[in-house]
């Protein structure tokens, strides 16, 4: 099975550390982020991975080369010239998921106790075009499902503004928040054949929602955390010490 990890932010939230160092290697409980994701995407059963980088790039690609890539094949998409939002790094890596299967996309900054196999047999299961891993917490922007946990919007609720742009009422909707990790359908490269290189994935399931089938996955008992801010690192080391590998 295959899987990409975002890695190549700036983790502006970060600094000071990361003026010195990527996101992706931010150590939590003596491990790089990075190396939390590989191994709990490597335990369940992903034995391929493409890494992309922009902020320090050559510090990833040497952490990698320095742990044998942790036995598994690891590519790298080199995104140091330009950074191509989310959307746009997946397009730029698509030559690495050319065996037509779907494929699982972490973000680095997310730890969590979610079964990723599971996940990824769900979508297996189900066949959409992407599978979205969402939870009820707190933020102020929300994705939009109907009752049988199909996407068909989103909304910022400090701003009042709603994707699509026409989309007039969330009565009737849940809302639920995006967790940084989902599974996707190759054909999206079909999909992004036309568009500009640089594009958010979330505009793009919200821009195909209504043609294609995009589906909301409330992983039971499901807990997480964002480590994007300095003022949860403490609170980061307690998860990883207290959350077993599923």
Sequence with gaps: MKAMIFAAGLG????PMTDTIPKALVPIAGKPLLEHVILRLKEAGFNEIIVNVHHFPDQIIDFLKQ????GIRIEISDERDVLLD????IRKAAWFFDDG?????HNVDIL???NLGDLYHQ?????????????????FRYLLFNEDNRLCGWINEKTGETKPVKFETISGFNKLAFAGIQVLSPNVFELMEN?????????????NAQQHIINGYIPTDFRM???GKLNVLDEAEKFVRVTPNP
Excluded at 101 to 105: E, G, M, Q, T
Aim: glycine fraction near 4%.
């Design 67 to 70: 742990n044998s890539n942790f």
């Design 123 to 139: 979508h297996l299961t189900t066949n959409p075009l992407a599978t979205l891993v969402v939870s009820e917490r707190d933020t």
């Design 195 to 207: 568009l500009q290189p640089k594009f958010p994935i979330m505009d793009f399931y919200l821009s």
């Design 112 to 114: 969590s106790n979610l």
């Design 86 to 89: 989310t959307g746009g790094a």
């Design 101 to 105: 299967k779907p494929f699982l996309v």
């Design 12 to 15: 502006t939230r970060l600094k």
């Design 225 to 227: 955390m964002d480590v």
